[in-house]
Structures are given as structure tokens and as C-alpha cells.
């Protein structure tokens, strides 16, 4: 009876580490074919886990990464300011998700770095896992969508969105600066549309554009509304 039973608790841990196994290869190909780039570290900050898939296209090139820092392995492409505030953020031994400036093959691109804490059984801090990606390409189309919608088309002078934007962050703050609004309405404007055509319309509000927006200082805010 007791070999009877030590066989069925061989062949069960023997079933579970084949489980574990799966799942480690699992990982292993999920992160093979990720553009993302997956770390890990010990409870002291050191790494003791680079996934191998896309090193290059961040620009990793040291593979003997295991117990060195983040500033050892990656200071060559985040700058000493980026690496005080990633290192801070670990410090604190929580989550956090950050974008920082990535210098890397001779080109700059926009990583965020994911980092979710681990613990050991007894409750105690173990390290972090976490993702590197590439938003390089996500981070240019929000910036473009945001600026579309907060500029003319025609102008690009700030639109009225900005505006009622930039007045509601003034009225919230409660300080003893004072602030001036210049409404500005160009007359016979509708004249020049019927003299000369829409397109002649159009160049006159360019140029305007471009002579008001050269004599206003880089705090002022010059929109067209209409």
C-alpha cells in the first residue's frame, strides 16, 4: 500500500511539472513572437530575467544581464534623470507604468515601462515583472489627433476648444494674476469672399494668421473661432 501510494505521488508530481513545463513554453512562445519585451528582478532590483525576442530593436546588446541594475544594463539609452525616476518608482515596491525617452540604434523612440511587484509566501517583497514597449507609432497619432482637435485645419492657428480649455484651467486657479481677452472681427471679410472667391478668402486669413501670429508672445493664445 505505502509503494502503491509513493507511485501515485510520483506520478502526480510528475504530471504537475509536465504541466509546468507547458506553461513555461507557453510563455516562452508568447513572448517569442511579442514585439514587447519582458524583465524581471530580484528582490534587490537586479534582473534576473530578459526575454530574448527584440533585444535589438531596443538595443540591448549586453546578455550577461543577470544581477546587474537597470542603470548598468540600460543607461546608455534612458538619460541619468529618466533613470533617478524609474529608480524611484522601484524603490517604492508598487505598481507603475511610466513612458520615458529611449535612445536606441541611433534613433529616439517613446517606451513605456510596466513594472507589477511580486511577493514570496510570506508577504515579503520578491521583485518586479514587467514589459517593455515600443509606443512610438501610437504615441505620434494621439499627439496628431489631439492637435487636429485643437487647431484650425486651415490656419493652424488654436481653435475654440483650446480656447474654452485654456479659460476654464485660468478661472480654476485662484491666484491674483489677471488675464486679458481681445476679441478681434475682421470687417468686410464677406466683401472679399464675393469680390474675389472663397479661395482668395482663405489666403487672406492665412496671411492674417501668420502677421498676428508673429507679434503675440509663446504664453499668449491666438485662436480663430468661426
Known amino acids: 500500500i505505502v509503494v502503491k501510494k509513493l507511485g501515485d505521488t510520483v506520478r502526480e508530481l510528475e504530471r504537475k511539472k509536465k504541466l509546468l513545463e507547458n506553461s513555461l513554453n507557453r510563455f516562452q512562445d508568447f513572448a517569442a513572437c511579442t514585439s514587447e519585451l519582458f524583465w524581471e528582478t530580484g528582490d534587490d532590483l537586479t534582473l534576473t530575467f530578459l526575454s530574448s525576442s527584440n533585444r535589438n530593436h ?3 546588446k549586453d546578455m550577461d544581464y543577470i544581477g546587474k541594475t537597470f542603470t548598468e544594463c540600460f543607461g546608455h539609452c534612458l538619460s541619468k ?3 533617478e525616476l524609474l529608480q524611484q518608482s522601484m524603490n517604492q ?3 507603475f507604468e511610466a513612458m520615458y525617452q529611449w ?3 541611433l534613433k529616439e523612440i517613446i517606451l513605456k515601462i510596466i513594472g507589477k511587484p511580486f511577493f514570496n509566501l510570506d508577504g515579503g517583497f520578491a521583485g518586479y515583472r514587467g514589459v517593455f514597449s515600443d509606443v512610438t507609432e501610437h504615441q505620434k497619432q494621439s499627439d496628431r489627433l489631439f ?3 485643437n487647431h484650425d485645419a486651415m490656419t493652424g492657428l488654436s ?5 474654452e480649455s485654456r479659460l476654464e484651467i485660468l478661472l480654476s486657479k485662484q491666484n491674483d494674476h489677471s488675464h ?3 476679441y478681434i472681427d475682421l470687417d468686410y471679410f464677406k466683401d472679399v469672399n464675393d469680390a474675389a472667391g472663397h479661395h482668395a478668402g482663405d489666403e487672406l486669413l492665412i496671411q ?11 504664453t499668449d493664445l491666438l485662436v480663430r473661432i468661426g
Not at 159 to 163: F, H, I, P, V
Open 58 to 60: 531596443f538595443d540591448i
Open 81 to 83: 534623470n529618466d533613470l
Open 93 to 95: 515596491h508598487t505598481a
Open 103 to 105: 535612445h536606441c540604434n
Open 147 to 149: 492637435y487636429e482637435a
Open 159 to 163: 481653435n475654440k476648444r483650446a480656447l
Open 180 to 182: 486679458v481677452l481681445c
Open 208 to 218: 492674417l494668421s501668420k502677421t498676428l501670429s508673429q507679434q503675440v508672445r509663446k
